[in-house]
């Protein structure tokens, strides 16, 4: 185990039911620090085709990180410390519409925050509005969705993730009421994730595994056990949808890459370097 690595320039964050890197070729485990503490699992670090890849299990080995739980801040800062420029995001959810079907994968393009008890930012001495209005990377987005289609795969793009606290699935009246207000599907991790990845101003993206009809859906009401069936079906698909693209993904100069360039509100030449300091792979652009 290693605790420094040359610069990686794409991140998957593995979710549920994706807990390994089989793709990478020549793997290397390395341990990072952050000033948030340890991400959720070793990082692996290696090669698809000719591109650099790092892997964090979002829910660490053998699924012991409920979705409140997550380190969400050190698995970012610990990609922004590796170089990494793009990251994808693995993740299951909940369809609550009647066309997106179990099994589905789907791309989507917002997010509606609906948990309660995450840390949500880096900034909590410095004060930093980033823009959010586009949650999800629309270039690295509209990429994968290209090559994945150009490979023959069946992808659906859009809708809008809504993000609630978990770690319980949702009333049947929760449910109708996200169906209602127009939302396409539902989860618990793509919060506070898609908010750090744009302060760290990395691009990121999300490959979301349909799994279930959440509750709303009579005779169909979801469990661990429908999840973990269909999330098998899923995930040999998403591993080899993934090991087809990256190597033809080229990291880009892109928006999402100066999200804090108008976002800090604080003098920071006001501070002292110890305030500074433990941020200084976000800020050294700015300072």
């Known amino acids: 185990m290693i605790e420094e690595v040359e610069k990686v320039d794409i991140g998957i964050i593995g979710g549920s039911g994706v807990y390994d890197p089989e793709i990478l070729e020549d793997n290397q485990e390395i341990s990072l620090d952050t000033p948030f503490g340890k991400p959720t699992s070793f990082i692996i670090v290696g090669w698809v085709g000719d591109k650099k890849v790092a892997f964090i299990s979002r829910h660490g080995r053998g699924h012991i990180y409920s979705p409140s739980k997550v380190n969400y801040r050190a698995n970012i800062f610990a990609f922004k410390r590796l170089g990494v420029e793009d990251i994808i995001s693995v993740c299951s959810a909940g369809s609550l ?7 589905d994968i789907v791309i989507p393009d917002q997010i509606y925050d609906r948990t309660k008890n995450r840390v ?38 859009g809708g809008t993730y809504v993000c609630i606290e978990g770690p319980q699935f949702s009333t049947k009246a929760e449910s109708n009421i996200y169906r209602r207000l127009g939302f396409d599907l539902i989860g618990m991790t793509a919060i506070p994730e898609a908010k750090l990845a744009r302060e760290a101003e990395i691009c990121y993206t999300s490959l979301t595994m349909v799994t279930d009809y959440d509750v709303w859906k009579e005779k169909e009401e979801v469990s661990v056990s ?9 995930v040999a698909k998403i591993k080899k949808i993934l090991k087809d693209i990256i190597p033809d993904l080229k990291t880009t100069e892109c928006e999402c890459k100066n999200s804090l360039s108008d976002a800090i509100i604080t003098n920071l030449k006001a501070l002292d370097d110890k ?9 050294k652009k700015y300072v």
């Open 120 to 157: 949500n930012t880096f900034f909590e001495d410095i004060v930093a509005h980033i823009s959010f209005s586009d949650p999800f990377c629309k270039r690295l987005s509209q990429t994968i969705y290209d090559l994945a289609i150009k490979k023959g795969y069946t992808i659906k793009k």
């Open 97 to 103: 519409r009647e066309d997106i079907k179990p099994l």
């Open 275 to 283: 305030d500074i300091e433990p941020l200084s792979i976000l800020l």
């Open 226 to 234: 429908l999840v973990e069936e269909n999330l098998g079906l899923n």
